[in-house]
């Protein structure tokens, strides 16, 4: 080999060598490196998992992650208040105070008070009761301490169902009951009051609605000034019932007298002014009270809404104190609607079934109340009796209405009680203590819309009643679809339409001129007609501006309470999370501070 070529050799040698030698020291550089990283990152893990449990430890007070939570399951006298809030009918507040604890009963086999649980419950809101061959659904019951009653203590009335109708009822005793009082003054039934007449059809397999009577007897002297908290149907005496329901009786706010001035006329809670000459009520405020009562709500797939609310706030304007309402099943945005006015307390709104145990399921109930006019029609009976015995200490008048009618006084009269007013010459001459019930005849405004004949009118094209104007120049005969204010002195049996039944004492029911007012029916006639056969009628336009404030004012606050409640709900969910990310954000910088630890 030449000495060129040796030289090359080495060189290349020296260059494999540095080469090997160089990766050598990186292998090692890197293994020592890798060794100190490990260590860092335990020592890291170490630090961050006490970081962690000293950040848990820190914050449990402040916020803890959800996790399964089990709802308080409610004692004593919470669940009282749940059970009467299920049940509305059934005292549990009665049983659990007095009943229960002081062993309420005749004797040790005779008349024990009954049980809740023990309760025949039926289709949620009415109890069974059988006696021989009938089948009764019981509803609610009421006292009625009103003149002119047989018996001079007062009347127990149950509102119910039978199988039968028009035939004699098996002898039945009401046990009544009374705070303090462990033993049960016992009664019998005096008299069962038909509320369908049976002249009007009575199909076998129906439940036909009656008002039982249990009169009040000679009671203890401890008991004189006392009303009954439940009463009970039985058979015999001496049973113990499987039913029982809270008796009703809103005590009125000045006792209502037992008769009137002669030539006075008298309404249920009013009295007449000499020196004014003019009505005034006998409730805290000075015009006459009217209480208005709807039948049960069905509109599950409509949204009536905005005419409900529309209707609400007329029913305001002309007179109306309070609106009471039975529900089956409505549209969400109806429901949001009834929320309001209950909120504000202008409406009582109950749940309702019906007594034939049909189920409360939104397609089927509705079908139902389509298709079987005779069920429907005889289950209507029991939201309007139960609406005027519930609230007839309240009121001097109670209207049964639907919401597509409307009693509107006409000319220059604005309200009710001006509707009243302008008719006392005739009450005076003609029924000194008042008509049993005023009637007003009925007129039908179609689905003709009128064009628009200035700006205002144009302006008012969302509300219904500004709207629809044009009515059958043709008015119903007095009593067909006649709708009446049910003096609640006197009446005793509603029908939808008049007063079947009343207490001695007042007159026959009166049926009101139609230039004082009229029944406005907002619906097409039965029979078909001409447009040569409509008239413009624009009553309902003196209260234009007045409800059309009133509507926009409803409007616009319809969700105050829900918007308020998902704010409070917004604002705890905020704290949490500012919570969750307050811990966050603490551990993140001690595992900064920690790693520029280990880069330094």
């Not at 009007?200 to 129906?206: R, S, T, V």
Request: glycine letters at 2%; a neutral charge; hydrophobic letters at 35%.
């Amino acid at each position: 080999m030449s000495t060129r070529g040796r030289s090359s050799f080495c060189k290349l040698t020296l260059l494999v060598l540095l080469v090997i030698f160089a990766l050598l020291l990186l292998l090692t550089s890197l293994h020592n490196a890798d060794n100190q990283m490990r260590v860092q990152q335990a020592q890291l893990m170490v630090q961050v998992k006490h970081v962690q449990q000293s950040s848990v430890n820190v914050s449990k007070s402040e916020w803890t992650a959800p996790g399964v939570q089990d709802l308080k399951e409610p004692i004593d006298e919470e669940l009282v208040k749940q059970l009467e809030h299920e049940l509305p009918e059934v005292d549990y507040g009665f049983w659990y105070h007095y009943a229960k604890p002081q062993n309420y009963r005749k004797s040790r086999n005779c008349s024990q008070y009954p049980d809740p649980l023990d309760l025949q419950l039926h289709n949620i809101y009415w109890q069974t009761f059988s006696n021989r061959n009938v089948t009764f659904r019981l509803y609610a019951a009421y006292v009625d301490l009103r003149a002119g009653l047989k018996s001079k203590l007062g009347v127990v009335r149950i509102l119910a169902t039978a199988n039968q109708i028009a035939n004699e009822f098996p002898p039945t005793y009401c046990q009544l009951w009374y705070a303090e009082h462990k033993e049960p003054v016992i009664t019998q039934v005096s008299e069962w009051l038909s509320v369908w007449p049976a002249a009007w059809g009575h199909p076998a397999q129906l439940s036909y609605p009656h008002l039982i009577s249990c009169p009040v007897p000679n009671l203890p002297a401890n008991l004189k000034e006392s009303t009954p908290r439940t009463v009970s149907l039985v058979k015999e005496s001496c049973e113990s019932a499987s039913n029982s329901l809270r008796v009703h009786y809103d005590r009125p706010p000045i006792p209502i007298p037992t008769s009137a001035p002669t030539g006075l006329p008298l309404f249920a809670n009013a009295t007449f002014s000499p020196s004014s000459n003019t009505f005034h009520s006998r409730n805290s405020s000075s015009t006459l009270s009217f209480g208005v009562c709807i039948k049960g709500f069905d509109f599950p797939f409509i949204d009536l809404s905005e005419r409900l609310i529309e209707w609400f706030e007329l029913q305001r304007l002309l007179g109306a104190s309070r609106i009471y309402a039975y529900m089956y099943d409505v549209h969400p945005a109806v429901q949001r609607v009834l929320d309001y006015y209950q909120r504000i307390d202008f409406l009582e709104l109950r749940p309702l079934t019906m007594a034939n145990g049909m189920p409360r399921l939104r397609h089927y109930q509705h079908l139902l109340l389509q298709k079987r006019r005779m069920i429907k029609r005889l289950n209507e009976l029991i939201p309007y009796n139960d609406c005027f015995y519930r609230n007839m200490h309240r009121h001097d008048y109670l209207l049964n209405v639907d919401i597509d009618e409307v009693i509107m006084p006409l000319g220059t009269l604005r309200t009710w009680h001006d509707v009243l007013e302008a008719d006392r010459p005739n009450t005076i001459a003609k029924c000194p203590n008042g008509h049993v019930a005023l009637c007003f005849i009925n007129t039908y405004f179609t689905k003709v819309v009128p064009e628009a004949q200035n700006h205002e009118q144009q302006e008012a094209d969302e509300l219904f009643v500004l709207q629809h104007t044009m009515r059958h120049r043709n008015y119903s005969l007095p009593n067909r679809a006649t709708k009446c204010f049910h003096n609640t002195r006197y009446s005793l049996v509603l029908h939808n339409h008049y007063t079947l039944k009343w207490l001695p004492g007042g007159c026959n029911p009166r049926t009101f001129d139609t230039k004082l007012a009229q029944m406005q029916h907002y619906r097409e006639p039965d029979k078909k007609y001409e447009l040569a056969e409509l008239v413009d009628d624009r009553s309902a336009w003196k209260y234009a501006i007045e409800l059309r404030a009133a509507v926009e004012h409803v409007v616009s606050h319809l969700d105050d309470v829900q918007e308020q409640v998902s704010l409070a709900e917004q604002v705890s969910l905020e704290e949490q999370e500012t919570d969750l990310e307050q811990t966050q954000e603490q551990q993140q910088v001690l595992e900064q501070v920690q790693s520029a630890k280990v880069n330094n």
